[in-house]
Structure formats: structure tokens, C-alpha cells
């Protein structure tokens, strides 16, 4: 036993084992081997090394962005002149990454607690019977008092007085000188795993530049500045139409870096993508269009609390920051390289299945691939003093022109395949 023990022992750390192989001369098979393992290095190369920078590493960005509108709008109202500066059309004024910036509003004055009766068409009543006291309904502006109003045929609520009126939205935009408004972008990402800042405002862009340039795709893609008709041209909508109703427009700072190259040639493109709310060109089908909300500024006249309502139609800019850093890295490298070796393990096996099951002589090369055994009834080699010679297989498709003769006797050859005796001692 302790024999045996040993000798496993030994055959386990000091010999080794290897995979026999059988080289088949086949013109089909070398050929399809050849193309699949050409496949598979095209792969590994273009896709997975080229397209897919495989050999790097990756990292996101942790960023901050900072906005400031600028500009003055102008409006006339039935003969009332107005001027709108920023302060009172940009929601919030904080300079977040998403903000509105106002281009249409109905303004309701005045406004009072009090009752009053309904908008025509909503509530309609012929009798005080028709209106619920105490009941409210979602599309209304009020708790019912219960009454009936003989001149408007509505029912009379408990509200803000007198009740706005939005049914008819003003055509064109009260607001459009808004489309020459200037809107400044200040961005700042930071990789962590590349420990690497990066501004927006990148080498090139000081103050003396930034208060002459406008930005324009092609002759000033780095300037963040921007003007807002050309955000909304860029982003594929139309002003007027936008402006009217309000919609939604993204614009997208895109930080795709390469560290392996000096840091400075990492800097933003920017994407310009219409969101939401045309509603002549890409939202016909919706119940509901554009971009809108409410807000009031209350205040106080003769001991009387008032309130001036306004339904503000805008476009809402919402800033996103998209980023992806690539630096090389051993680790991801030598990952790429080892699965790309194992695909290589395609063509071995597609080449044995053609081999095995597809061509005519698939017998002989399953004699040529696979020795079998037969251990039932046999006695031990080892105690009959007997030993096996070497077995070698070759296999050849066909006899070269002048070896005709040295080749019959090769017992290996695709005439036949023959294993040596066992010869006893």
C-alpha cells in the first residue's frame, strides 16, 4: 500500500501529460480551420481591440453644472407694453441644470377670494338643483356654493375671482423676442479613478474670448455660450411653434476621453435633442402637447389680499452631463487576450465535426482520432512481462508524385491504419 501511495505520488508531480494529435492533410478542412481562426483573429482585433477598446480600463464622471440666461423680452397686450427681464421668465432663478425660460403666458389680474360663477362650459346648470353645495369637481376652480348663476348659466363656486380664463392661448407668442436670449453652460467633471478635473471652459477659453463668442457647431463648438432660437433650431424644432405651447429640449454634454493621450484633448461636444412639444411636427397624436405650469405673486391692496395669477408656457432646458473615460490597463488587456485565445477552440472543434461526421472517410479518421481499449477478460500486460511498443498515427489524403513506393508500406497512410502487436519479451 505505502507502494503504491508513492508511486502515485511520484507519477503526480514529476511527470507530465500531453494531448496526442493527429495532423489531417485535408485541402476542405485546412481551409475551413484557416478561415474560422481568421474570423476569430478579426474579432479579436477590430471589434474587441479597436471598436471596443478592450485593452482599457473605464471610468464615469462626477459632475456639476452651473447656467446663467441672459436677454430682455418684450411684449405688447392689447396696447399695455410690458418688458420681462430674466429675473421674472426663468424658473428657478438659481441657475440649476433644468430651469424654464417663459415664451407665452396668460395673465389673469386682481384675483380675490370670493364667489363667482364657472367658466362657460364647465358646471353648466339651468337650476340651482344642477349644482352640488359643498362638492367639488376635478376639472373646476372651486368649492360649489349651491347656486345657480342666471347670466352665465354655470354654477356659481368659492374661489380665486375672477376665475381664469385659458381657452384661448395667444397667437404668436407673446414672448418671442425670448429667441435671442443667451444662455451660459459652466461644467466641471471629475474622474476618480483617473484622479483627472476637467472644466468645459478648456485651455483657450478666457474671459476675453468668452465675451465675444457665440456658439456655432462648426466655427465655435467650444463656446458655452449659447443663443436660445439657435438651441431650439439645433435641436430640430421651430421657435415660434415651440414657444407658442412649450415643450422640453436636452442639451447633452458629452465627455468621451482617451488618458492615454495628453489630458488637454479632453474636452465637451455638445448634443442638442428636442424632448418634447412640437406639437406640428412630431406630437399630433397626443392628447396633451407642450410645456406649461402656474404661478402667482400675491399681494396686498386696501386691507385685501390679491393675487395676480399667470399661466406660463416655456421651454424647459434640461442640461445632462453624458461621460466616459478609457485609460490602458494590463489587467483588462491580458482578460481580452485569454478570451480571444479560448474562441480560437472554435475552429478545433467545427474542423472535428466536419472530420468525424461530414466527409467520406469519417471511419478513418475516427480510427485516426480515437484508440479504444477493451480491459474485460484481459490479463495484466504487466504481469505476463509484456510491452507495448509506440503507437503513431499520420494521416495523409493522398501520396505525394515519387513516394509511391515508400508510402505503401506506411501502416499510417490512408489506405489503411494499422496499431503494432503486442510483443512479448
Not at 370670493?114 to 344642477?130: F, I, Q, R, V
Not at 380665486?160 to 381657452?167: F, K, L
Not at 455660450?225 to 458629452?254: H, M, P
Not at 442640461?319 to 485569454?338: C, E, M, N, W
Amino acid at each position: 500500500m505505502k507502494s503504491r501511495i508513492s508511486d502515485a505520488l511520484s507519477d503526480f508531480f514529476f511527470e507530465y501529460e500531453t494531448p496526442r494529435q493527429v495532423l489531417v492533410r485535408n485541402r476542405r478542412v485546412g481551409v475551413v480551420c484557416r478561415l474560422i481562426q481568421l474570423g476569430v483573429l478579426a474579432y479579436i482585433i477590430g471589434w474587441v481591440f479597436i471598436y471596443e477598446k478592450g485593452y482599457q480600463s473605464t471610468d464615469t464622471a462626477v459632475s456639476s453644472v452651473f447656467t446663467k440666461m441672459k436677454g430682455v423680452g418684450y411684449a405688447d397686450v392689447n396696447g399695455e407694453q410690458r418688458v420681462w427681464d430674466v429675473t421674472d421668465t426663468v424658473f428657478p432663478p438659481q441657475g440649476d441644470s433644468s430651469f424654464v425660460v417663459m415664451t407665452n403666458y396668460i395673465i389673469t389680474e386682481g384675483q380675490k377670494m370670493g364667489t363667482c360663477p364657472e367658466l362657460p362650459g364647465k358646471h353648466n346648470c339651468s337650476s340651482d338643483a344642477d349644482c352640488e353645495g359643498g362638492s367639488f369637481k376635478r376639472t373646476g376652480h372651486g368649492h360649489m356654493t349651491g347656486m345657480c348663476d342666471n347670466a352665465t348659466k354655470t354654477c356659481e363656486v368659492a374661489a380665486w375671482c375672477p376665475i381664469e380664463n385659458d381657452h384661448n392661448i395667444p397667437d404668436p407668442p407673446l414672448l418671442m423676442s425670448a429667441e435671442n436670449y443667451t444662455l451660459f453652460i459652466k461644467n466641471s467633471v471629475t474622474f476618480p479613478v483617473f484622479d483627472v478635473t476637467r472644466s468645459n471652459l478648456v485651455e483657450g477659453i478666457d474671459a476675453t474670448y468668452i465675451s465675444k463668442c457665440l456658439h456655432n457647431p462648426r466655427d465655435a463648438p467650444l463656446c458655452p455660450i449659447f443663443r436660445l432660437g439657435d438651441i431650439v433650431k439645433e435641436s430640430g424644432f421651430n421657435f415660434e411653434t415651440i414657444a407658442k405651447v412649450g415643450g422640453s429640449i436636452g442639451i447633452v454634454l458629452d465627455w468621451t476621453c482617451n488618458f492615454d493621450v495628453d489630458v488637454k484633448h479632453c474636452k465637451p461636444i455638445y448634443h442638442f435633442h428636442g424632448l418634447y412639444g412640437n406639437p406640428a411636427e412630431t406630437d399630433k397624436a397626443r392628447a396633451s402637447v407642450g410645456y406649461n405650469f402656474r404661478y402667482a405673486k400675491h399681494y396686498v391692496e386696501d386691507t385685501v389680499q390679491k393675487r395676480t395669477l399667470l399661466k406660463v408656457f416655456g421651454i424647459r432646458i434640461d442640461v445632462i452631463v453624458q461621460s466616459l473615460a478609457r485609460k490602458f490597463d494590463i489587467i483588462p488587456t491580458l482578460t481580452a487576450i485569454g478570451s480571444g485565445v479560448g474562441i480560437f477552440g472554435v475552429a478545433t472543434v467545427v474542423c472535428d465535426l466536419v472530420l468525424l461526421y461530414l466527409l467520406p472517410k469519417r471511419q478513418f479518421y475516427k480510427n485516426m482520432k480515437f484508440k479504444y481499449t477493451d480491459t474485460h477478460g484481459q490479463p495484466d500486460s504487466e504481469s505476463l512481462g509484456l510491452v507495448t511498443s509506440s503507437v503513431y498515427y499520420t494521416d495523409e489524403a493522398k501520396a505525394r508524385p515519387g513516394q509511391d513506393t515508400a508510402r505503401s508500406n506506411d501502416p499510417d497512410s490512408e489506405a489503411g491504419s494499422t496499431e503494432t502487436e503486442i510483443s512479448k519479451k
